[in-house]
């Protein structure tokens, strides 16, 4: 009796012991779960390999002797530190596409802009923590066409103990599409460069690096995606080509797109998807609960609507279906999608305004709702003069050329962020980049007949925190056309988009202020306008040009300066020592 009398009197003390010991067991776990942060650690050795495609075989500039590139997998909050290591005889950098690189804007990646080349037989550590992100991005070269080789996916799985917003997939699948040169992709650029005309184009799109059997000699190259019935797979589809925005569709089957450029979007089913170059799109895919007695087509091909040549092929991969062992592959039909026209506009643009952010209390949307600084800038194609003594091929004997309001920037021969952070511009660049066209225009009407562009490396410099609507203007100078923009440094949000002239009276009334898509890389609709709005947190200095290679090779690229702030994670870190020097 007595025994019996204690142990009630003491169970709360035996419990509290005992949760207070639990606790100090589980506290540091749930302090790690929250900040779990690792260091990643990648060697990327820049080596030529022997590959064959189209019954081709070349040396081509790889990673790892890969292509596509190897897959990079991290965390949000974590860190990573990629060794690049040049075997080559090219010079090369890698950009982080779609990283926000905060106060790390040395490992951003574009040459000649925050870092000069990593030349042969030089090594440079790029070391950036993901901070805010979560998602498919890519990393890819940034040094002339060097990317069409050297790329691959940067994969950012949410924090531990965290998830996405809709149902985990049962198997998640990278698809990177890209472009295939039987010629040195570097040659095609710097032959069109000289001759002043437009270069030859690729001779196919691939699917994770193969271009499928629709292209003569290409059969045993296809890439098969394999599933099982009655699942979800996430497809991480990223425009990995050069040149061309790409129409994408499987044979008897609907998608769900639930991200685009590393931000989850309001989920929405579509059968047709369009990605432009630079440009990442996550999509769920579920299969058909009783295996098919048929395989599918998995097709792309692109959405043009320029004036110039393109490379009009189809690149096809196959989904199949696991089936028993009994069953006859062969003797399953093969089910093909129809594409869109290639000049489809209307399809874009209609697919385009689907994209919204999720905008709630998870995932919130911080789209500026007022601005401290408007920007008007036209986004096209030019000329100019061809040099003395020469021959040219570009447009009545000119040399083409692309410009952002009508300065065609050069690149200059020391890297722009090191002029900016020790405050050397002089002679490297300037800060006046016009905030709005030199001389107006009916943009998308009758071109006018001077077509000829400045050259010049000017910048656009932004104080810390600035708050920036831009619109961005095509024109149809040499034909109008879409142009993928791409923002180094940033996610911006697209309230608005159009076709004709933009109307600064009339279009504001309509800007989405409340759910925009937020992005990094945007389509200018063909012959229309796209307005963007972000505010300039990052310090550094960060290029905006437009994703198809051919058009910022020509000129189509300009630099915002973005000031430090007051506080000391307002301000840009120094360079690493191993900056490698120009």
């Known amino acids: 009796m007595g025994g019996a009398s204690v142990l009630p009197s003491s169970t709360p003390v035996l419990v509290s012991f005992v949760l207070a010991l639990f606790c100090l067991w589980i506290a540091p776990q749930v302090v790690n779960a929250k900040d779990q942060s690792i260091t990643r650690h990648y060697k990327f050795n820049i080596k030529l390999k022997n590959v064959t495609r ?32 040049n075997h080559v005889s090219n010079n090369i950098t890698i950009h982080w596409h779609g990283v926000r690189q905060l106060q790390s804007g040395w490992a951003d990646g574009p040459a000649y802009i925050t870092q000069c080349p990593i030349q042969t037989n030089q090594t440079y550590v790029y070391n950036f923590t993901i901070v805010g992100q979560t998602g498919t991005l890519w990393w890819h070269a940034h040094l002339s066409w060097l990317r069409a080789t050297v790329y691959g996916p940067l994969i950012i799985l949410p924090r531990r103990n965290t998830s996405y917003p809709f ?150 991969g196959i989904l199949e279906y696991e089936q028993t062992p009994s069953t006859n592959l062969k003797n399953r039909p ?74 065609s920037m050069a690149l200059p021969t020391t890297a722009l962020l090191q002029a900016h952070f020790f405050g050397q511009s002089n002679g490297v660049y300037t800060p006046d980049f016009p905030t709005n066209p030199l001389h107006p225009f009916n943009y998308t009407g009758t071109p006018p007949n001077n077509t000829l562009v400045i050259n010049g490396t000017k910048a656009v410099v932004l104080p810390f925190n600035t708050t920036v609507e831009l619109v961005l203007q095509d024109t149809s100078i040499l034909g109008a056309e879409s142009h993928p923009l791409h923002l180094h440094g940033y996610n911006f949000f697209v309230v608005g988009q159009g076709f004709g002239n933009f109307d600064p009276k009339k279009d504001p009334a309509n800007f989405n202020l409340v759910d925009p898509v937020e992005r990094n890389t945007i389509g200018i609709p063909s012959g229309g306008w796209v307005v963007i709005r972000f505010r300039a947190d990052n310090p550094g200095v960060w290029l905006m040009h437009c994703h198809f290679d051919v058009h910022f090779s020509w000129g189509l690229r300009m630099a915002w300066i973005v000031m430090d702030g007051k506080l000391p994670n307002q301000k840009l870190l120094p360079p690493p020592a191993d900056l490698p020097k120009c």
Request: aromatic letters at 10%; glycine letters at 8%.
């Open 54 to 85: 189209l019954c081709h075989t070349k040396g081509i500039v790889t990673v790892n002797g890969m292509f596509p590139g190897p897959r990079v997998v991290t965390r949000e909050g974590d860190r990573l530190v990629v060794k690049v290591v």
């Open 167 to 316: 149902a985990k997939p049962y198997k998640e699948i990278p698809i990177l599409f890209g472009e295939w040169f039987n010629a040195d992709p570097m040659a095609v650029i710097n032959q069109s460069l000289v001759t002043g005309a437009g270069p030859n184009v690729s001779d196919a799109y691939t699917l994770n690096g193969l271009p499928g059997p629709l292209y003569n000699c290409s059969g045993k190259d296809t890439f098969k995606l394999k599933v099982k019935p009655g699942k979800t797979y996430m497809l991480r589809l990223i425009n990995a080509a050069l040149n061309e925005e790409l129409f994408f569709r499987i044979a008897n089957h609907t998608l769900t797109v639930v991200e685009a450029d590393a931000v989850y979007v309001k989920p929405f089913k579509t059968s047709i998807l369009l990605i432009s170059p630079g440009q990442t799109t996550n999509v769920l895919l579920k299969t058909k609960s009783n295996p098919p007695n048929a395989t599918f087509f998995m097709l792309a091909r692109p959405y043009f609507t320029g004036m110039g040549t393109f490379d009009n092929s189809t690149v096809a």
């Open 334 to 407: 093969l089910l093909k999608p129809s594409l869109p026209p290639i000049n489809a506009t209307n399809i874009v643009a209609n697919f385009s305004s689907k994209f919204r952010s999720l905008a709630n209390s998870q995932f919130p949307v911080n789209v500026p709702q007022f601005v401290d600084k408007k920007f008007f800038f036209t986004v096209g194609l030019g000329s100019s003069p061809c040099p003395k003594n020469q021959t040219c091929q570009g447009p009545n004997g000119t040399k083409f050329a692309a410009s952002v309001n009508n300065i």
